[in-house]
C-alpha cells in the first residue's frame, strides 16, 4: 500500500506500507528535499537487509514527527527512521514500528489503514495509482496484469 502523509511538516508522497519490514526508512533522497540539516543525524545501529537481499548501511538515523490527519482529527508521533543512501522507488518506508507506534490496523483489500485518535477513527486509503506509477520506475519493461493481452491461436 502507498500513502502519502505529513513527515516533519513537510507532505511525503510514495510513502510504502510494508507490515514485512522490521526499520522505518527515510532515503537520503528525500531527507534532503525536506532541508533537513545531516548534523541532526544521530548514529545507525545494526544494517538493514532486504533490498534485493543485499545488506545496507544506513548513513544515519534521526526521529522525526508523523502527523496522520483527516478533516476532524490529527495525531502525532516521533518515528525513528532509518536514512538511506540507495535509489528507490518510494521516498519512504513506514514499516512495523510505524504500525505499532500508531496502533493501526491494515486493511489491505481496500487498501486502507485505520489508527484510533482521541475522537475516533482515521482512515488513511492507499494510492493505487502511485504505487502503479513507483512499480513502472522500479521495472520500466515488467508487464502489468491489468496490461496482459491475449494471443491468438
Same mark, same amino acid.
Given at each position: 500500500?502507498?500513502?502519502?502523509?505529513?513527515?516533519?511538516?513537510?507532505?511525503?508522497?510514495?510513502? +510504502?506500507?510494508?507490515?514485512?519490514?522490521?526499520?522505518?526508512?527515510?532515503?537520503?533522497?528525500?531527507?534532503?528535499?525536506?532541508?533537513?540539516?545531516?548534523?541532526?543525524?544521530?548514529?545507525?545501529?545494526?544494517? +538493514?537487509?532486504?533490498?534485493?537481499?543485499?545488506?545496507?548501511?544506513?548513513?544515519?538515523?534521526i526521529p522525526l514527527p508523523v502527523y496522520v490527519e483527516d478533516q476532524q482529527n490529527c495525531r502525532t508521533e516521533y518515528i525513528t527512521f532509518d536514512v538511506v543512501e540507495i535509489q528507490y522507488p518510494y521516498n519512504a518506508i513506514f514499516g512495523r514500528g510505524v504500525t505499532n507506534t500508531f496502533s493501526a490496523i491494515l486493511h489491505p483489500w481496500y487498501l486502507c489503514k485505520k489508527l484510533p485518535v482521541a475522537k475516533g477513527i482515521i482512515a488513511i486509503f492507499g494510492n493505487q495509482y502511485s504505487t502503479r506509477a513507483a512499480e513502472g520506475i522500479a521495472a520500466p519493461g515488467q508487464r502489468n496484469v491489468d496490461n496482459l493481452q491475449s494471443r491468438s491461436a
Amino acid at each position: 500500500m502507498v500513502i502519502e502523509t505529513n513527515v516533519a511538516r513537510w507532505t511525503v508522497i510514495k510513502i +510504502l506500507i510494508d507490515t514485512g519490514s522490521f526499520a522505518d526508512i527515510l532515503f537520503a533522497s528525500s531527507f534532503d528535499n525536506m532541508k533537513l540539516d545531516r548534523n541532526l543525524l544521530q548514529p545507525a545501529g545494526n544494517p +538493514l537487509y532486504g533490498f534485493g537481499r543485499k545488506k545496507v548501511n544506513a548513513i544515519r538515523k534521526i526521529p522525526l514527527p508523523v502527523y496522520v490527519e483527516d478533516q476532524q482529527n490529527c495525531r502525532t508521533e516521533y518515528i525513528t527512521f532509518d536514512v538511506v543512501e540507495i535509489q528507490y522507488p518510494y521516498n519512504a518506508i513506514f514499516g512495523r514500528g510505524v504500525t505499532n507506534t500508531f496502533s493501526a490496523i491494515l486493511h489491505p483489500w481496500y487498501l486502507c489503514k485505520k489508527l484510533p485518535v482521541a475522537k475516533g477513527i482515521i482512515a488513511i486509503f492507499g494510492n493505487q495509482y502511485s504505487t502503479r506509477a513507483a512499480e513502472g520506475i522500479a521495472a520500466p519493461g515488467q508487464r502489468n496484469v491489468d496490461n496482459l493481452q491475449s494471443r491468438s491461436a
